[in-house]
């Protein structure tokens, strides 16, 4: 069986930078034309200026005949000013605005401590049409983990959307039941992001036969009944839910230690995945909506032209991938079977 789509977009990525960056963007480019790249490097990126260095070093990075784009983001902190968030705009190559509650997350100490803080720079973006992109927890340190997102949507959301009533705004990487439904039930310009991991697996994940660093991520996988509700919003046909890897790199030492970093690695598999999701539940007629047509229209940008093509021939993913430093990283699905593959790849 064979599926051709048009072209895809990732919505959320991180890509890093050096080694690593050269090491996994061919991933990407071969399914992707376009990506919303996460600005948590260290230190983060956060000026228009950063943005447009760290885009240059992308592009010098593309794999030969590729015609990847890079959708560059600001990582809002306390300072942010709503000047910076003009010339962000006025750039052309910064296309929304990434909020880290401080601490939520990987290299998140220099996100935003208190949102009052960042007003001028929210009401700029609401007035120039800057998406707002959130990780949504709390960083409360006594919210149980796996309530932190209900909570961050409590807490933070309903009386942020109250105030910025016209704000873009993606919760990103949505992995519970009472995230769907805030998203479903919200105004016009509130979406949301879903991975392939959150769709695919449950927390059991995280101890099948032993501790599985390699399916630790944030916000951290929830219950079946959550999972169940992401895969239905995202096979739902409704357009304000849409595909985002949240792909996110980090070397086996630093997932297999002591305190392991929060990240699954899905680029090698960026497409793949969610069509053995969709099909899984039946919409495989629906992928296609979710992961090339949704987004452009929520963000104002042109669709691609081109297409993809996929046959449903199974795979397997390597243990890991070789990084030009030596580094080794770990795919998603390593040493297991994938049901769709990339024609040509
Ligand atoms: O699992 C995650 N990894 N969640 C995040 O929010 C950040 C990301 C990363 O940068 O590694
Ligand atoms: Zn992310």
Not at 3 to 23: A, E, K, N, Q, V
Request: with cysteine.
């Amino acid at each position: 069986m064979r599926l051709t789509i048009s072209r895809p977009d990732d919505w959320h990525l991180h890509l890093r930078d050096g080694p690593m960056l050269s090491g996994v963007l061919a991933h990407t480019t071969a399914r992707f034309a376009r990506a919303i790249v996460m600005p948590n490097l260290a230190p983060p990126v956060t000026t228009t200026a950063a943005a447009v260095a760290y885009r240059g070093r992308i592009l010098a990075c593309l794999p030969d005949g590729s015609d990847f784009e890079p959708l560059m983001t600001l990582y809002l902190t306390d300072s942010t000013s709503a000047e910076d968030i003009a010339e962000a705009s006025a750039s052309g190559k910064v296309f929304a605005v990434k909020l880290y509650p401080a601490g939520a997350t990987t290299h998140s100490d220099q996100g935003v401590t208190s949102l009052e803080k960042c007003f001028p720079a929210l009401e700029a973006m609401q007035r120039l049409r800057m998406p707002l992109l959130v990780h949504g927890e709390s960083t409360d340190p006594v919210v149980d983990i796996f309530d932190r997102e209900k909570r961050f949507i409590e807490e933070t959301l309903v009386p942020l959307l109250q105030r910025f009533d016209e704000l873009k705004l993606v919760l990103e990487h949505i992995t519970t039941a009472d995230a769907v439904d805030f998203v479903r039930d919200a105004r016009a310009g509130v979406a949301a992001t879903i991975t392939p991991q959150h769709i695919l697996l449950n927390r059991n994940a995280l101890f099948a036969g032993g501790l599985r660093p390699h399916h630790f991520c944030l916000p951290v996988l929830k219950a079946e009944r959550h999972r169940e509700a992401v895969l239905e919003a995202a096979v739902s046909g409704e357009p304000e839910f849409f595909l985002g890897t949240d792909s996110a790199p980090h070397s086996r030492g630093r997932k297999e230690s002591d305190c392991g970093c929060a990240g699954v690695y899905s680029a090698h598999a960026g497409i793949e995945l969610y069509a053995e999701a969709f099909e899984e539940a039946g919409h495989l007629d629906r992928l296609e909506n979710f992961a090339s047509h949704f987004v452009p229209d929520f963000y104002g940008l042109p669709r691609n032209s081109g297409t993809l093509t996929l046959t449903r021939s199974p795979w397997t993913p390597p243990a890991s991938y070789k990084m030009p430093d030596g580094e080794e990283l770990v795919p998603f699905r390593s040493g297991e079977s994938i049901n769709w593959r990339l024609e040509g790849a």
